[in-house]
């Protein structure tokens, strides 16, 4: 998939996240689009899945340890195909699958996560299981920044680096912002980087809405033998949506009738973007 399609593909993600948010009246809406473009790069590129098959045992694993970032993972699955995008709305309703953290029985979803720090040592532990069985698969994990405040995250960092787990791949989701405001004024984790390369991790630092550094940074995870990777991504919260970026105040609250039309003109404006560039290299190509 060429990046133009990854545009188009993460702006429906970005619709479904707002649209979901809006509808539960409830979620969280800045983490999940910081995430957009990795999520429709895992599953639209990188990730060897298959919506037909989604508990295939030769698949790759993906674990949200940040799990409150559901309405991102859910909007990503859904425009795979693992579910109705309709059903988007069903958001945290009565008697919906899709609840405000992921559950192990949505099609899609390899793990239950939502307790910050316990999904990467979750992922830690598939990558061992896949080793010790002469698995072939890959793990992937996403974290936020302010998550790896919790001790945890960095006890599986630890077994995943002694163990020599080449075969998963943490992504940090680095937005610099948390529910209480700025991470490095809150609880500091950096240098993230240099405390991942301590735990015998290779890390790649890229901008996270970067279709080519995206790329790259997962090819070398893939040709890194001997140690996890760690990618750093250094990303927007709430990227998108004019009003929610660099806003923790969209950590954790949906937009009312208002703000939803704003946002959703917002990404209507990006789709009219990408179609003049598309339509702009069509015509480069018939010249």
């Known amino acids: 998939m060429d990046n133009l399609e990854l545009q188009k593909q ?17 979620g969280h809406p800045g983490g999940s689009l910081s995430a957009a473009d990795v999520l429709t790069f895992l599953y639209f590129e ?22 409150h970032n559901a309405p991102g993972l859910y909007s990503a699955l859904a425009y795979r195909g693992y579910f109705p995008v309709e059903d ?28 910050l720090g316990q999904g990467i040592s979750a992922a830690v532990g598939m990558a061992l299981g896949g080793k010790m069985d002469g698995k072939d698969f890959r793990v992937y994990t996403l974290l936020g920044d302010g998550e790896l405040q919790e001790g945890q995250v960095w006890e599986a960092a630890m077994f ?11 992504i940090v989701d680095n937005n610099n912002l948390q529910i209480d405001g700025p991470v490095n004024k809150v609880c500091s984790p950096y240098p993230i980087d ?16 970067d279709f080519d550094e995206l790329r790259s940074a997962f090819a070398q995870a893939r040709e890194t033998k001997g ?14 949506v004019s ?45």
Request: aromatic residues 6%.
């Open 46 to 67: 990188e990730m060897n899945i298959d919506p037909r098959e989604p508990d295939r045992e030769g698949r790759d694993r993906f674990v949200l340890s940040k799990g």
């Open 243 to 287: 009003f929610m970026e660099n806003n923790a105040d969209w950590h954790g609250k949906a937009p009312n009738d208002a703000e939803y039309a704003m946002a959703m003109a917002d990404l209507e404006k990006i789709d009219e973007e990408l179609d003049r560039k598309a339509g702009t290299e069509s015509e480069g190509r018939t010249l």
């Open 10 to 26: 993460a702006n429906n993600v970005r619709k479904g996240i707002v649209t979901s948010v809006h509808s539960a009246k409830a």
């Open 160 to 170: 995943a680096g002694f163990r020599q787990l080449d075969n998963l791949c943490v």
């Open 227 to 240: 140690r996890p990777t760690c990618i750093v991504m250094h990303s927007t919260k709430g990227k998108g």
């Open 194 to 209: 240099g405390k991942f390369q301590a735990f015998n991790f290779h890390v790649i630092n890229v901008d996270a809405h």
């Open 88 to 115: 988007l709305k069903t958001l945290r309703k009565l008697g919906s699958y899709l609840q405000g953290h992921p559950c192990i029985h949505i099609p899609g979803v390899d793990m239950s996560s939502g307790s």
